[in-house]
């Protein structure tokens, strides 16, 4: 579609027309020489000298190109463009609030990784991540990692990069020494607060061996259960160890049911798999995240035009006063 950048010049179309009926005609006076027979020759002839001017008429061929000339003038200032459909890429979007456990317990070697490695458990819970990352290109995704208390290390973003680049930078302890896993679903329940999305989802990676909350796990799921949020939960370590080394399982349990999630052991490679299908299978809400109509500008055109009348103009004005003869 053609569109004029600044269309108000074409007012100028005018002025041509309104000086060449307004301005008086140009006048030029000359030198005449006298002779003293000239009013013999007059009588002669019969006329009858009188002062006067000779107007001389503009032919319809010069009106033409002139005014031709001015209107590719006026049209190169307006600044013509050329508009292109509008571009708009909208991207389905699920806003995901990952929980990351950073206690002490997070320490623990009780987690063997995908080259049969003994692994930390923190590094098993990168591991799985990184996976779950890779995969969700287009949804927007947050981090919360917890100890003593719980911090935002990611808002919710689409750069699944930088999300994956500061998971890594984390480190256990780094948050403190205990497990403040309840603190932690409370701390998501404020974010997805700012959330225009319908389905809320958390998922919670820790060995869910509660040591520092102001609110049990099972009732912050409780909370997070009355506003629409489901927890799935993933269990990282080993259910038979003792201590605070052991992976609490039936509270992981507890707070998944409460919110009609589910819970996954991080080493059940097939049951993580169920998590990826579950959040597929979540309603998503479209963002536009961007929308233009591209413009290539074509002012350059009419001054070509403006080029190739004045030449042609100044051909025929050549042609007219007899070519190379004259």
């Known amino acids: 579609m053609l ?17 060449r009926r307004l301005l008086p005609a140009y006048k030029e006076t000359r030198q005449a020489v006298r002779v003293p027979w000239f009013q013999r020759v007059s009588t002669l002839v019969g006329g009858t000298p009188a002062e006067g001017a000779v107007v001389s008429e503009v032919s319809w061929w010069q009106l033409i190109v002139r005014y031709g000339l001015w209107i590719l003038l006026v049209a190169a200032l307006a600044r013509p ?57 287009g949804d927007r995704v947050g981090l919360v990692v917890f100890g003593n208390a719980a911090f935002v290390q990611v808002p919710f973003t689409q750069d699944l990069k930088v999300c994956r680049r500061l998971l890594d930078e984390t ?18 329940i404020t974010m997805f607060e700012q959330s225009g999305n319908k389905d809320k989802l958390m998922i919670g990676l820790t060995d869910g061996n509660d040591t520092g909350s102001q609110v049990p796990p099972a009732e912050a799921a409780g909370i997070a259960s009355d506003k629409g949020i489901v927890i ?37 490679r097939e049951g993580l798999e169920g998590i990826y299908a579950e959040i597929d299978r979540m309603g998503t809400r479209e963002v536009e995240s961007e929308s233009y109509r591209p413009r290539r500008d074509l002012f350059h055109w009419p001054l070509a035009g403006f080029l190739l009348v004045s030449l042609f103009g100044q051909f025929l004005e050549w042609r007219r006063k007899g070519g190379w003869d004259g």
Not at 4 to 17: D, E, N, Q
Request: hydrophobic share 40%.
């Open 232 to 268: 799935h939960v993933v269990g990282v370590g080993d259910p038979t160890a003792s201590g605070e080394e052991k992976l609490d399982e039936e509270a992981l349990h507890a707070v998944a049911e409460n919110t009609g999630g589910r819970y996954f052991h991080a080493d059940d």
């Open 171 to 188: 480190a256990t302890r780094m948050a403190g020494p205990r497990t403040a896993f309840g603190d932690a679903i409370g701390l998501g």
């Open 81 to 137: 463009q050329w508009v292109e459909p509008a571009i708009s890429r909208v991207t389905p979007t699920r806003d995901l609030l990952l929980l990351v456990d950073l206690s002490g317990s997070m320490e623990t070697e009780d987690f063997t990784n995908k080259k049969g490695d003994r692994v930390d458990r923190l590094t098993a819970v990168k591991e799985v991540l990184d996976d779950f990352l890779t995969r969700r290109d």
């Open 3 to 19: 569109s004029f950048l600044h269309p108000w010049f074409f007012v100028l179309l005018v002025v041509p027309v309104v000086l």
